[in-house]
């Protein structure tokens, strides 16, 4: 009993530590994709706040996240997947 024990033990442990590592991986990916998101924001409400005569068109920033999207062939899948 003692073996079986100490086998399911490890396995829990192992099982931890894989979905931590995987779970970092994850949150490492998603942060670049949120760092992303908010550079555009920021850009978009620094026109908004500053009082600039000259507004951002609805295509022009379309055209931002569209270069943003392209610019790391990952965040597209990683805006999908999530």
């Known amino acids: 009993m003692n073996a079986r ?10 099982a ?3 979905s931590k590592n ?16 908010r550079a555009i924001a920021d ?7 500053s009082g600039i005569n000259s ?9 931002m996240a569209g270069q943003v999207l392209l610019s790391d062939p990952r965040l597209p899948r990683l805006y999908t997947l999530f």
Request: charged residues 20%; without cysteine.
């Open 55 to 63: 507004a951002v068109t609805r295509v022009q920033a379309q055209r």
């Open 5 to 14: 024990r100490v086998a399911i033990d490890n396995a829990k442990a192992e």
């Open 16 to 18: 931890v530590t894989v």
């Open 22 to 37: 995987y779970a970092d991986l994850i949150k490492h990916k998603m942060n670049k994709a949120m760092l992303s998101a």
């Open 43 to 49: 850009g978009l409400n620094y026109v908004t706040v």
